[in-house]
């Protein structure tokens, strides 16, 4: 069974840090690309980071870059989001993603989502 289980959220006052570990099972987690997505309250979903096994190439959105460190630990199974100077607007439902792209297969799943609160 594929499980993405996501950790670390709760609430953090303006300028403070969180991080968020996703663990993952029930597949091969070497293949696959992981990234972090969230969805603020009323808003739709929107990609936060990526991180790809090959050499741990990193991507971030424009929102995050510079604030946010996304990391994996392959043994581990276990992909990190290290959120510091958090802002209000990045209170959300931070999702974890596990995608692997072959040939015209496309493999995907999704946690279940942990909530991340930024006020004071």
């Known amino acids: 069974e594929v499980q993405l289980v996501e950790s670390g959220g709760g609430l953090v006052q303006p300028g403070g840090s969180l991080r968020l570990s996703c663990a993952a099972s029930?597949?091969?987690?070497?293949?696959?690309?992981m990234s972090w997505v969230r969805q603020a309250p009323g808003k739709g979903l929107e990609w936060v980071a990526s991180?790809?096994?090959?050499?741990?190439?990193?991507y971030y959105a424009a929102s995050v870059k510079g604030r946010f460190t996304i990391s994996r630990d392959n043994a581990k199974k276990t992909v990190y989001l290290l959120m510091d100077s958090l802002k209000p607007e990045d209170t959300a439902v931070y999702y974890c993603?596990?995608?692997?792209?072959?040939?015209?297969?496309?493999?995907?799943?999704w946690g279940q989502g942990t909530q991340v609160t930024v006020s004071s």
């Open positions: 029930g597949f091969t987690f070497d293949d696959y690309a």
């Open positions: 991180i790809y096994n090959s050499i741990s190439r990193t």
């Open positions: 993603n596990a995608r692997f792209v072959r040939a015209s297969s496309v493999y995907e799943y």
